[in-house]
């Protein structure tokens, strides 16, 4: 079998052709891989930064308002601690008084059975 000298001429620029292109493709998806993986890099850092500068705003934020209720919170308990000690006291107070109420009904109990005598018996003593 006879190949000529343009046949193999042709071969080789064909397969040396189809190796450039190859090269070439694996060159252009390598570049544009690093083109996106600093794009990435970049988008990264700037939504970082974001989220840091908006952590450190809410964080703030909410700091002050915790501080807020906290400090109304603290107020209202003062104020309701305050209001149930008087009631406690006026309570004191009220069961003081019964006890009193208590212990003069008694002794005008006392008094009412002195007067009356002692109760009369269903069958005189002999």
């Known amino acids: 079998m006879y190949v000529s000298v ?3 001429t042709m071969l080789a620029t ?6 450039a292109i190859i090269g070439g493709f694996g060159w252009t998806i390598n570049r544009m891989d690093a083109r996106f993986a600093a794009q990435d890099a970049r988008l990264d850092a ?3 930064a ?13 700091a002050a308002q915790d501080a807020r209720l906290d400090a109304r ?6 104020k309701f601690s305050a209001r149930f000690a008087s009631l406690e006291s006026r309570f004191d107070r009220v069961d003081a008084r019964f006890d009193r109420v208590e212990q ?3 002794e005008v109990k006392i008094a009412i ?3 009356e005598g002692p109760t009369p018996r269903l069958i005189p003593v002999r």
């Open 14 to 19: 064909a397969a040396t052709l189809l190796v």
């Open 104 to 106: 003069e009904i008694f």
């Open 46 to 48: 700037r939504f970082d």
């Open 6 to 8: 343009e046949i193999i």
């Open 50 to 62: 974001q989220d840091a500068k908006f952590d450190a705003r809410f964080d703030a934020r909410f």
């Open 113 to 115: 059975a002195r007067l």
């Open 73 to 78: 919170f603290d107020a209202q308990d003062a």
